[in-house]
Each structure stands twice: as C-alpha cells, then as structure tokens.
C-alpha cells in the first residue's frame, strides 16, 4: 500500500495565514510576517547555516557567535570576587521574587475588584521599543541591546568562574528587535554543577541588571542637580474647574514668580504667601507664560476662595479638616499639584537629590523603583512633562553646563532608559516561571529545601524528591501564567 504523502502548507499560505492573525491582533504586528517569510527563504537556501543561526519557534532568529570569549576570561579571572557576586545575586534576586510575586498578586487582585475599563492594546502588553505607545524608540531600543548583553554576560562570568566552559554567546531576533540573548554553558558541565552554583549562574544575570539600573539610578541623580530653575517661582499641574484661579486665567504649568509684587522663590514661599491671606481677598500674581507662547510675563488678579467650603463641598470630613488645620475663611487659590520649578529633574534624582535625611534616603531607594516605573506613562513616553523642561536650565557653573539644556535633557532620557528597562528586564526574568531565570532558580531552591528537610525528618528517594521540586516549579509556572493573563483577559471581557 502506497504511503500518502502529506502536503504541509506553501510558505506564502503560511504567509498569508500568520499575516491575518497578526493584524486582527494589531496592524503594527503584521511586519513580522514578512519577517518570517524571509527567514524561510534564508533557511531554505543555506544562508542561516552560513551565520551560524537558527530559526525557532517559526519567527525567531537565534544568532550564535564565538566573539568575546577572550574578554569574558580575562573578566572572570578574580574568580573569588565573582562567586561572591554570584552568592551576594541569590539573596537579591530571592528578596526580589517576592517582590514581583507580590506586586503580580496585588495587580492581578486589583484587576478583579476594579476592572479595567477599556481593554488593553497588544502594543502596550508586548512593549515594543518604537510600537508601545508609551515607549520611543532608539534610547529604549539601545538600552535594551546593553541590558540584554550585560545580562548575558552576567551568566558567562559565574559559567567560568566556576570553571564551566561557555560555547557561545547569541542574540535571539524577532525582526529587527532584540527579544532576548543567551549564554550557552556546557549542558553536562551545568547538570554537573552542585545546585549552589547553578544558583549562582541563574541569580547572576538579573542581579546585573539590578546593579546596572541602581548605577544609573546615581548617575541621573548626579546629572538632574545639575539643573536649576530658569526663573524662581511656583507652578500648579492642575486648575480647579471653576475655582478662582481658571476663572483669573491660570493655566496649568504656568510659572508664579511674584504674588503682590513679592518674588516668590519656589512653591514653600507661594504656600506661606497664600496661608497668609483669606477668603475673598484679591491678590495680585505676576505669570510668566508657556514656553508655547514664549515665556511672555502678564499679571492677573485672582479673588481667592472659601478653601474649607471647597473642601466641604468635595465630602472631606469636618474632622479632618480641623484635624489639619483648614478653617472657615482660609484663603484658596484653586491649583492642584503646587510645586517647585524643578519639580521634573527633582522626580528623576528621587531620594538621591535635595537634603534628605538618612533614613528618608534608604525609604526612598526602596520605592523609587516603582514610582520610575510609571513616567513613561505619566508622561507619553518622556522623562517629565513637556512644561517642566521648559522651567529647568543646567547651572552655568555645572562641569556639564557645555552640553546646554537640550543635551543635558537628553543625558536624562538615556540614563532613565538605562534604568528603566535594566530594572523591567531584571525584574521580568525573576519571574518564578520557567524558562525565566527565576524558574529555573525556583527549582532548585525547591529541591535544595525539600533535601534537607528529607534528611533530617523524611525517607523519599532521590528520584521522589526531584519529582517534587519540579512539580511545585511547574504548579509555580502555571500561577504566574495565570496572574499574568488574568488583567489582560479582565481587561477585554469588562
């Protein structure tokens, strides 16, 4: 009986196909397509062989290179400092799991409880360097490459420190974008490895990248004092509707630099001036316009407003209106968000600039993390408000003041990049999920646990123990697959 042959369907129907799926997910996906159908054609011709690289998973480039194996030996050679990296990395990359698995958890509870009310778009899930509209493109796409490799290399470091030979080094290609790189140790010599030191290579690469975007995290600091307001004053980031000021004609992010012909140096001197006045008072503001208009001067009068019948009238509650000291008569303005001319470069620097005590600069280095993590999307993708760059000048006396303003904003950019994407990519690879670093290193820790404490009060079997730690790393995989598409999924069924 003549076997049947079974006709596997021509690369352009795949073509066709893969181009229909793409684009009812999102047209910016469909170049993708024409991606892996040139790839096919490279394969089909010898071409991926030649370059030493791969096709996997239909539309992704593994690209293999033998280049700086040299280097990465020479770097490794203080291999006492480098197992002290690597065993420093477990502690922190522990400490951060829990972290990631507790903000998953809260997101993902705060997704049920108030669901989103416009699903998401599949470019702002996938961050796309230049697609996500919250993400340009070149400082990203660059800050991604660095990360990638830095964290890669991380993993060759521990690899011949513990005396593991590294085959090759690689980028893996969706497109033109880097999606992920690899290190790859040899297999036998990794499974041969004890679990403390498979610990140590997992740990060691999103420990770089922590390290990375806390190095960053200084430089932008040292950079953003460099800067000074280009005219003291005050301005809000919001209008009351109705209230005094929109009624006089402010606008948000314009500068008060005088208020009844007194200077005001910063928005704790327009707060004493305003604490000073009541009700129904009329006082004179000196504006100094947006930069759209040219930072022209104009002064408005503004006739303030009743503060504790405002605060009444939003539903605060009497009691804590006293309880802060708001009386009947207090004079208000009606801005929101009163702060300094700098308020933009102060964001950046964090617990790093201005003079903070001890206690509130360690506080602030443990939540900084997070709070850099919504600019972008407080800001459409840049490092302040459009305004506040208008307010800001590097200081004369600054040793960048040769860069001028614009350079030094973007310094700003591609520091905060830095940043932003080492602490994304470090944190994302901590995820306890395999094939993420931090599934990897759930594994063993599972097993390691499990062993000892089978040898001190249990009697399974080796065998019965791996069997274990790699049903709780699987059971692990599949709770954070779950948290992570329960928002998207919430976000498209609400």
């Known amino acids: 009986m003549a076997s049947e042959v079974v006709r596997q369907p021509t690369p352009w129907l795949r073509f066709a196909l893969l181009s229909a799926i793409l684009y009812t997910i999102s047209p910016w996906l469909v170049p993708f397509a024409f991606w892996y159908l040139a790839l096919i054609q490279l394969e089909q011709r010898g071409i991926l062989d030649r370059w030493n690289a791969t096709r996997i998973l239909g539309v992704i480039l593994m690209v293999r290179t033998k280049q700086g194996h040299r280097m990465l030996d020479r770097i490794a050679k203080p291999r006492r400092f480098w197992r002290a990296f690597g065993e420093a990395s477990i502690w922190l990359c522990v400490a951060s799991m829990l972290i990631v698995m507790l903000l998953l958890l809260l997101a993902a509870i705060a997704s049920i409880l108030q669901p989103p009310t416009a699903s998401l778009g599949a470019s702002d899930v996938i961050l796309i360097p230049g697609v996500t509209r919250f993400v340009p493109l070149w400082w990203p796409m660059l800050a991604l490459v660095t990360a990638l490799v830095i964290h890669e290399y991380g993993h060759g470091l521990q690899a011949r420190a513990h005396g593991m030979q590294v085959r090759s080094f690689g980028l893996l290609l969706a497109g033109p974008l880097p999606i992920g790189a690899f290190a790859e140790p040899e297999g036998r010599e990794l499974m041969a490895a004890s679990k403390r030191e498979r610990l140590r290579l997992y740990a060691a690469g999103p420990a770089v990248n922590i390290v990375a975007s806390f190095i960053a995290f200084v430089l932008i600091a040292m950079v953003a004092s460099q800067f000074v307001a280009l005219t003291p004053g005050a301005h809000a980031s919001g209008i009351v509707v ?7 004609g402010l606008k948000p992010y314009e500068n008060i630099v005088a208020a009844n012909g007194e200077p005001i140096a910063d928005a704790a001197a327009l707060s004493s001036f305003l604490a000073a006045h009541q009700a129904n008072e009329t006082i004179v503001l000196e504006i100094q316009s947006l930069s759209s208009e040219n930072g022209s001067m104009r002064q408005i009068e503004v006739t303030l407003a009743d503060r504790y019948g405002y605060e009444i009238a939003r539903g605060t509650d009497p009691a804590l209106l006293e309880a802060i000291g708001i009386e009947k008569g207090d004079g208000f303005l009606g801005v929101i968000g009163l702060t300094d001319a700098t308020v933009g470069v102060d964001r950046l620097a964090g617990p790093l600039g201005g003079e903070k005590t001890a206690g509130e600069r360690i506080f602030g280095l443990l939540i900084q993390p997070l709070s850099m993590l919504s600019i972008p999307l407080d800001y ?30 973007v310094l700003l950019e591609g520091l905060f990049w830095m940043i932003w994407i080492n602490m994304l990519l470090g944190f994302a690879n901590l995820v306890p999920m395999i094939p993420f670093d931090g599934g990897h290193m759930m594994t063993d820790l599972v097993h390691s646990v499990t062993e000892q404490f089978n040898r001190r009060f249990g009697s399974w079997h080796p065998v019965r123990v791996e069997r274990f730690a790699r049903m709780v790393s699987g059971y692990s995989s599949l709770l954070v697959l779950i948290i992570f598409a329960l928002p998207v999924l919430i976000s498209f069924i609400a």
């Open 242 to 248: 109705d209230g005094p000021a929109e009624t006089a």
């Open 380 to 409: 459409d993708g840049h490092v302040m408000h459009i305004e506040e760059e208008a307010l800001i000048t590097i200081d004369s006396d600054s040793p960048i003041s040769f860069l001028g303003s614009a350079g030094g904003i």
